[in-house]
C-alpha cells in the first residue's frame, strides 16, 4: 500500500494514518539530528531527546494503536463510532500532542 498519487482523503481512520505518519517524520528528522555525535554532545540530557523520544516511541505507538483500535473497532464490536466525534477527537489529541512535545525541542 502507498500514498503515492493517491487523492488523499480526511475522514477519521486516514487521519490517524497522516497523524502517525507525521509524528513519526518529526522523530525521525530528530533521530537525524541527534545521530551528529558533535550536536549529541550538546544536546544529551536536554529536553531535545524527551521530545524526541516521545515523538518516535511514545506518540507513534499511541498514534498505531488508535489507528487499529479505529480500524477494527466496528468489526468486533458491531457498532460504529461518531465521525465527528472520532475526528474531533483526533484534531484534539494531535494538537495538544504537538502544543506538549514540540517546544521541549527548542527548550
Same mark, same amino acid.
Given at each position: 500500500? !502507498?500514498?503515492?498519487?493517491? +487523492? =488523499?482523503?480526511?475522514?477519521?481512520?486516514?487521519?490517524?494514518?497522516?497523524?502517525? $505518519?507525521?509524528?513519526? &517524520? $518529526? #522523530?525521525?528528522? &530528530?533521530?537525524?539530528?541527534?545521530?551528529?555525535? !558533535?550536536?549529541?554532545?550538546?544536546?544529551?540530557? &536536554?529536553?531535545?531527546?524527551?521530545?524526541?523520544?516521545?515523538?518516535?516511541?511514545? =506518540? #507513534?505507538?499511541?498514534?498505531? +494503536?488508535?489507528? #487499529?483500535?479505529? /480500524?477494527?473497532?466496528?468489526?468486533?464490536?458491531?457498532?460504529?463510532? !461518531?465521525?465527528?466525534?472520532?475526528?474531533?477527537?483526533? /484534531? &484534539?489529541?494531535?494538537?495538544?500532542?504537538?502544543?506538549?512535545?514540540?517546544?521541549?525541542?527548542?527548550?
Amino acid at each position: 500500500m !502507498s500514498l503515492y498519487g493517491v +487523492i =488523499m482523503k480526511f475522514d477519521p481512520l486516514w487521519s490517524w494514518v497522516y497523524g502517525f $505518519i507525521f509524528m513519526f &517524520t $518529526i #522523530g525521525g528528522l &530528530t533521530g537525524l539530528v541527534l545521530s551528529n555525535a !558533535s550536536l549529541d554532545i550538546n544536546l544529551h540530557d &536536554t529536553y531535545y531527546v524527551v521530545g524526541h523520544f516521545h515523538y518516535v516511541l511514545s =506518540m #507513534g505507538a499511541v498514534f498505531g +494503536i488508535f489507528t #487499529g483500535f479505529f /480500524l477494527y473497532y466496528s468489526n468486533f464490536v458491531s457498532l460504529y463510532l !461518531s465521525k465527528i466525534l472520532v475526528q474531533s477527537f483526533f /484534531l &484534539t489529541f494531535f494538537i495538544g500532542v504537538n502544543f506538549t512535545f514540540m517546544p521541549k525541542h527548542f527548550a
